[in-house]
C-alpha cells in the first residue's frame, strides 16, 4: 500500500540555521509534490508545488527538491526563524488530480 | 478578503448523537473538499464536490457521514449516530476552478470534533 514518510521526530534548531525536512513515499508515483504548513488550530496553508520533472524550486528562503529515483523530497527552510516554528506537512499527486495524500508532518521549533 | 470559515470551531458529541459541521467556502470557489485529520496525523481526504455536483465521496469512512452543498456555495458535513473513533479536526478546503493539484487549495480553521 502506499506510504508517505516524514521525519518521525520533531526538529529543533537554532535561530539562523537551515532546517530540513524529508518526505519519503513508497508504491507511489507522484507527478506533483506540494509543502504546507500548520499553525496548531489552524488548516494547513500551501507553500510550495514541485512537480516530477522539476528538480529543485525555491521561493524566497524555501527550496524544495523532488528526486524521483530516491523517491524523496526535501524542504529546506534557510535563515530560520522563531516565526518559521510550525508543522510542516508534504502532500503527493499522481496527477493534476485534486486528490492529495499527505504525510503526518514534523513540526519545527526555531529557537532565538 | 475573506478566506474559509468553519463552524462550529469545536463541538462535542456524546457517542451515538448526530453532528453538522459547516464550510463556508471562499466566494466564487468552484471546488470544495472535505478532510478528516486525527491528532499527529496529515489531512486524509473524505469528499469533493464541483459546485453542487459531488464528484467523489471515496473517503468518507462509513455511511454514517454524508456531505452536501445544494446551491454549490455552503457545505454541510453530517456524521449520524457519532463514535468515538470519529474524533478528529474536519477540514474544509475551497479552489477556484476545478481542483486539480496546480490550483491552490485554501483551508479553513477546522472543526474539532470530540465524541464522548
Known amino acids: 500500500s502506499q506510504k508517505i514518510e516524514q521525519n518521525s521526530e520533531a526538529l529543533n534548531i537554532q535561530e539562523g540555521k537551515t532546517a530540513t525536512l524529508t518526505c519519503n513515499y513508497t508504491n507511489y508515483s507522484p507527478a506533483y509534490l506540494q509543502w504546507y504548513r500548520q499553525d496548531p488550530g489552524r488548516g494547513p496553508v500551501f507553500l510550495l508545488l514541485i512537480r516530477e520533472n522539476e528538480k529543485e524550486k525555491r521561493k524566497e528562503r524555501l527550496k524544495v527538491t523532488f528526486d524521483t529515483t530516491l523517491k524523496q523530497s526535501l524542504f529546506h527552510i534557510t535563515a530560520s526563524q522563531p516565526a518559521d516554528s510550525a508543522t510542516y506537512l508534504c502532500a503527493l499527486a499522481p496527477s493534476n488530480d485534486y486528490k492529495l495524500s499527505f504525510g503526518a508532518g514534523t513540526t519545527v521549533t526555531v529557537r532565538a | 478578503g475573506a478566506g474559509v470559515s468553519q463552524s462550529p470551531r469545536y463541538k462535542v458529541a456524546k457517542r451515538g448523537q448526530d453532528v453538522a459541521l459547516r464550510c463556508d467556502p471562499i466566494s466564487g470557489h468552484v471546488s470544495l473538499f472535505w478532510y478528516q485529520q486525527a491528532l499527529g496525523q496529515g489531512p486524509e481526504f473524505l469528499t469533493y464536490?464541483?459546485?453542487?455536483?459531488?464528484?467523489?465521496k471515496s473517503g468518507l469512512p462509513s455511511d454514517r457521514f454524508f456531505a452536501e452543498r445544494p446551491e454549490g456555495s455552503v457545505s454541510t458535513l453530517k456524521i449520524q449516530r457519532t463514535q468515538q473513533e470519529d474524533s478528529a479536526v474536519y477540514l474544509c478546503?475551497?479552489?477556484?476552478?476545478?481542483?486539480?493539484?496546480?490550483?491552490?487549495?485554501?483551508f479553513g480553521p477546522g472543526t474539532r470534533l470530540l465524541v464522548l
Open positions: 464536490f464541483q459546485n453542487e455536483a459531488q464528484l467523489d
Open positions: 478546503a475551497s479552489s477556484l476552478n476545478s481542483g486539480g493539484v496546480e490550483e491552490t487549495q485554501y
